[in-house]
């Protein structure tokens, strides 16, 4: 018999005078267990004992790979007190010794005691209640403020000419059949581009489902994808999964290199049979989607990192679609700026007109590394801020653009685009701190170039940004090795 109590477990853990905080725990909406340096169970709330069905007198002081289904390999406490550091949003799928299954997010966390470890917390979140609904998808972002529906080709704005193609590439690919891979960074528009290809292909009548494959914890993925079947395992529930329910529509699986190689073999088998089986069933069922998956990384280097299948990369990308970031195509700055301006003045009732050219020189300068929906950001967050001016203005932007902007600048990116450009042309940007004429040059060069890039080559525009003859800035061009057809 169990002659412990909670109050001889805090004091073996703690001492008498320090476990007062505990209590805080006792009602605490998630799980928490805390173990000493052994592994032994010392605090148990009751959350806890609603999540693996025990009460906390059979578990406390009881080693944890006694009281769960799970080796100092595979339980996340063990492995915590092994290593001496946290474990942070594992997801975990776990047996109790009675039986009971549980799908959790496990944070663990060492503890110590003037440098010596005495045991770990363990704060965990039931997900139960996800595998309960198996409706576990993104909803399209709130940012679109645009009814998905009405998200068409029209609806992504680009005129570079990579932009181009892949907008052309995505607009035929909605008319077949076959797999489409978008890849691009963060904030680049995937999700718009799958959305348009849903919206313009035969099958726009019927669902969308977008999947973040980062989003979901490993363990419920495949029943979410799959579908359960009853007795699959303690609670399991006759469900169809997002292949069934998306009958006949389209499929976003988002970030799928994100997701587990092993579950990644499983996709590739039921897209080559077409057929489905649910998680524990026997009975396969073909189902006839349309795939859009999308990668944010090289798809070739999450290959040799081993976090992507190169036979799925294979399958899933029949049709490839490069999206490119938004530094490459700086010459769409202008669009994008007056869109979302006019999207925000929309949305805010507001005159924007739009922004100054300090605030445009900030932007050309900057690498952007959260992309399109980093500038829709910057630019909401400015015209929510300035009052009845009807320009933005450098004061109107959040700080922490301006912070990142000039740390970006700070670490020596500057301009990187026209250093780049600087150095193609054979000028390798460098001049004496003396030679004058040498940087007088430089910065006309860079003057030109910056007008160009901001009216995509426009002579007559650029010129007049300039203030000079549009005869004189040919001249320019010609002096700096510029052509109208690099800035289209
Ligand atoms: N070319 C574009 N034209 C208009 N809006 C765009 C464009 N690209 C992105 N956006 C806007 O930027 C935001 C982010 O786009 P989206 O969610 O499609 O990016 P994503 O590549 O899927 O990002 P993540 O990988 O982080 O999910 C959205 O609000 C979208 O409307």
């Excluded at 399958?315 to 869109?339: A, C, N």
């Amino acid at each position: 018999m169990n002659r412990f109590t909670h109050q001889n477990a805090r004091q073996f853990l703690f001492g008498l005078d320090n476990a007062n905080f505990l209590s805080v725990f006792d009602e605490y909406c998630d799980g928490v267990l805390i173990t000493n340096a052994d592994g032994i169970i010392v605090y148990y709330n009751k959350a806890m004992s609603r999540i693996d069905e025990l009460e906390p007198e059979d578990v406390i002081l009881n080693q944890v790979t006694d009281v769960y289904d799970l080796d100092d390999e595979t339980s996340l406490i063990m492995q915590c007190l092994i290593t001496r550091r946290p474990i942070i949003d594992k997801s975990n799928y776990y047996r109790t010794r009675m039986g009971k299954f549980a799908n959790t997010i496990h944070n663990v966390h060492p503890i110590f005691n003037q440098n010596q470890l005495v045991g770990c917390i363990c704060f965990v979140r039931d997900f139960h209640v996800l595998t309960e609904t198996l409706s576990i998808m993104r909803l399209p972002e709130t940012q679109h403020r645009m009814h998905p529906y009405e998200i068409t080709f029209d609806s992504i704005i680009g005129q570079d000419p990579a932009f181009k193609d892949a907008l052309n590439a995505a607009r035929m690919a909605a008319n077949t059949p076959s797999p489409v891979m978008l890849y691009g960074e963060t904030g680049t528009g995937k999700e718009l581009f799958a959305r348009a290809i849903h919206n313009h292909s035969p099958r726009h009548e019927k669902k969308y489902t977008p999947v973040n494959c980062a989003a979901i914890p490993e363990n419920l993925l495949e029943g979410i994808l799959f579908g359960t079947s009853k007795g699959a395992f303690t609670g399991a529930i006759n469900k169809a999964g997002l292949f069934e329910r998306t009958s006949q529509g389209t499929i976003f699986l988002d970030e799928i290199n994100s997701m587990p190689v092993g579950l990644q073999s499983k996709i590739l088998r039921i897209v080559q049979d077409g057929k489905v089986r649910r998680v524990g069933a026997l009975k396969e069922i073909k189902f006839d989607l349309k795939i859009i998956s999308s990668v944010n990384q090289d798809p070739h280097t999450s290959i040799a990192a081993g976090s992507l299948r190169s036979d799925l990369f294979y399958r899933l990308g029949v049709v490839f679609i490069h999206i490119v970031p938004l530094r490459d195509r700086m010459s769409d700055l202008p669009l994008l700026v007056d869109h979302f301006i006019d999207k925000h003045n929309k949305a805010l009732g507001r005159q924007v007109r739009g922004a100054e050219d300090a605030v445009m020189e900030m932007f050309y300068q900057y690498h952007w590394p959260g992309n399109v929906r980093e500038l829709e950001h910057v630019i909401e967050g400015a015209m929510n801020i300035m009052g009845p001016d009807n320009r933005i203005r450098i004061k109107y932007l959040q700080p922490h653009f301006a912070q990142g902007h000039s740390n970006y600048r700070t670490a020596g990116h500057r301009a990187s685009r026209w250093m780049a450009h600087s150095s193609k042309s054979g000028d390798t940007g460098e001049t004496g701190p003396s030679d004058l004429l040498l940087n007088k040059n430089e910065h006309e060069k860079k003057l030109v170039w910056q007008a160009l890039m901001q009216f995509r080559g426009n002579v007559t525009r650029s010129a007049k940004k300039l203030g000079i003859s549009r005869q004189l800035l040919y001249y320019k061009m010609k002096k700096y090795h510029l052509s109208r057809d690099q800035f289209r």
